[in-house]
């Protein structure tokens, strides 16, 4: 009776059970035998290897488990420092003035927009009754509104005066306490009895004269 027969783990070869080692791939027939599951700690570098490592842990572990959660939660404040302190900036759509605007800050607070509006439409030259305005409303806290208005400026020509394809910059201070702001673009007519305003505070008109 011929004996017991396994197929070799290597080549599948049928080969006499007893044999410890494959004839043909002479590969052992026997898979190693499971030392079972090994201690985790048993694969880390032993402490022993760096034992100036090992005093300054024993020295300072304590403290560094007390400042990891610390140190992990400092950018995480940051960040929603950051997003809470944010000006939200609304643009409307508009395809004749459209508006580009940066946030400049300091000390996590904007201070200033700075933006570039493009005339899309008709020219707006220099020394006419009109002019292309940028007006911010600002939404306050407790619910206040405060407007200013500003003049882009292109460097070919003066504040407010700007040929179809031109753009012109315009910075605008943002006042304290701002939350979000709303920019709008439109021509303003100056007409014959206003004045050119420049600081920011928009079209006024000059002060009655007195008629004896």
Same mark, same amino acid.
């Given at each position: 009776?011929?004996?017991?027969?396994?197929?070799?783990?290597?080549?599948?070869?049928?080969?006499?059970?007893?044999?410890?080692?494959?004839?043909?791939?002479?590969?052992?027939?026997?898979?190693?035998?499971?030392?079972?599951?090994?201690?985790?700690?048993?694969?880390?570098?032993?402490?022993?290897?760096?034992?100036?490592?090992?005093?300054?842990?024993?020295?300072?572990?304590?403290?560094?488990?007390?400042?990891?959660?610390?140190?992990?939660?400092?950018?995480?404040?940051?960040?929603?420092?950051?997003?809470? %302190?944010? $000006?939200?900036?609304? +643009? =409307?759509?508009?395809?004749?003035?459209? @508006?580009? /605007? #940066?946030?400049?800050?300091?000390?996590?607070?904007?201070?200033?927009?700075?933006?570039?509006? %493009?005339? $899309?439409?008709?020219? +707006? =030259?220099?020394?006419?009754?009109?002019? @292309?305005? /940028? #007006?911010?409303?600002?939404?306050?806290?407790?619910?206040?509104?405060?407007?200013?208005?500003?003049?882009?400026?292109?460097?070919?020509?003066?504040?407010?005066?700007?040929?179809?394809?031109?753009?012109?910059?315009?910075?605008?201070?943002?006042?304290?306490?701002?939350?979000?702001?709303?920019?709008?673009?439109?021509?303003?007519?100056?007409?014959?009895?206003?004045?050119?305003?420049?600081?920011?505070?928009?079209?006024?008109?000059?002060?009655?004269?007195?008629?004896?």
């Amino acid at each position: 009776m011929a004996g017991a027969e396994v197929s070799c783990p290597r080549c599948a070869v049928r080969i006499p059970a007893d044999l410890p080692v494959c004839p043909f791939c002479r590969q052992p027939v026997a898979p190693a035998a499971d030392a079972g599951p090994k201690e985790i700690r048993a694969l880390l570098v032993q402490p022993q290897r760096f034992p100036a490592l090992g005093k300054y842990y024993r020295e300072y572990g304590k403290w560094l488990k007390v400042a990891a959660p610390v140190l992990i939660a400092v950018p995480v404040l940051y960040a929603v420092f950051l997003l809470m %302190t944010r $000006l939200s900036v609304t +643009v =409307p759509k508009d395809p004749v003035f459209p @508006i580009e /605007v #940066t946030q400049v800050k300091k000390g996590g607070r904007t201070v200033l927009l700075k933006g570039e509006l %493009t005339n $899309l439409g008709e020219d +707006v =030259p220099d020394l006419s009754l009109r002019s @292309i305005g /940028v #007006t911010a409303e600002f939404l306050l806290d407790g619910g206040r509104v405060e407007r200013k208005r500003v003049f882009p400026k292109s460097p070919f020509r003066g504040e407010g005066a700007l040929f179809r394809g031109e753009s012109g910059a315009f910075e605008i201070e943002v006042p304290k306490g701002a939350d979000s702001v709303t920019l709008r673009a439109e021509i303003v007519n100056l007409g014959e009895d206003r004045r050119f305003d420049t600081t920011g505070r928009g079209i006024r008109r000059p002060p009655p004269q007195n008629r004896r």
